[in-house]
T-cell receptor
Framework: QKEVEQNSGPLSVPEGAIASLNCTYS??????FFWYRQYSGKSPELIMS????GDKEDGRFTAQLNKASQYVSLLIRDSQPSDSATYLC??????????FGKGTLLTVNP | DTAVSQTPKYLVTQMGNDKSIKCEQN?????MYWYKQDSKKFLKIMFS???????INETVPNRFSPKSPDKAHLNLHINSLELGDSAVYFC??????????????FGPGTRLTVL
């Protein structure tokens, strides 16, 4: 069974710190990886996608992908209280199904 | 100018009833999805349609029946509702199903409560 694993948290960081969110996946054939943010009571919102090994930066967010280790991470620099949410890692498997991890709850303390 | 919309936003009903949730997207996407998010926030795909054709049908009770009258709409009908059906149901859409870079955009969700 194809799986996506995330630490459920909660992960608590002080305002201004770097938050590091991690994800592993089981299918070596996966090509596409996504990070969604979900505020309580709201729908998932795409914040980053990554398809190649290495880093991809967008503002305060950096996604990192290591296909050999089947590992994808999201770094949030200069964390803000408004970043407090559940972060969902999603992997597009070779059968075109987007499989989500159970999410990591991030709390940024002022 | 809502991209993916769902109705209703909240649905409270008794066990055994039949209910429907509607979804519409105005993004011109070919593919639409239904996801279920349970009380532990686990988001799991149920169905996917590409241009009105069913392409993903996960292990879902046959009390759940999706219908796509056109590629902009995907409705979900649920018969004989059970307590365990209580969850948030999200509709999503994406430009095309056979692209590895396909990005899915989610609707606001429908919170279903079965009493």
């Amino acid at each position: 069974q194809k799986e996506v694993e995330q630490n459920s948290g909660p992960l608590s960081v002080p305002e201004g710190a770097i938050a590091s969110l991690n994800c592993t996946y089981s299918d070596r054939g996966s090509q596409s990886f996504f990070w969604y943010r979900q505020y309580s009571g709201k729908s998932p919102e795409l914040i980053m996608s990554i398809y190649s090994n290495g880093d991809k930066e967008d503002g305060r967010f950096t996604a990192q992908l290591n296909k050999a280790s089947q590992y994808v991470s999201l770094l949030i620099r200069d964390s803000q209280p408004s970043d407090s949410a559940t972060y969902l890692c999603a992997v597009m498997y070779s059968n075109y199904k987007l499989t989500f991890g159970k999410g990591t709850l991030l709390t940024v303390n002022p | 100018d809502t991209a993916v919309s769902q109705t209703p936003k909240y649905l409270v009903t008794q066990m055994g009833n039949d209910k429907s949730i509607k979804c519409e997207q105005n993004l011109g996407h070919d593919t639409m999805y239904w996801y279920k998010q349970d009380s532990k926030k686990f988001l799991k795909i149920m169905f996917s349609y590409n241009n009105k054709e069913l392409i993903i049908n996960e292990t879902v009770p046959n009390r759940f029946s999706p219908k796509s009258p056109d590629k902009a709409h995907l409705n979900l009908h649920i018969n004989s509702l059970e307590l365990g059906d209580s969850a948030v149901y999200f509709c999503a859409s994406s430009p095309a199903r056979d692209s590895n870079t396909d990005t899915q955009y989610f609707g606001p969700g429908t919170r279903l409560t079965v009493l």
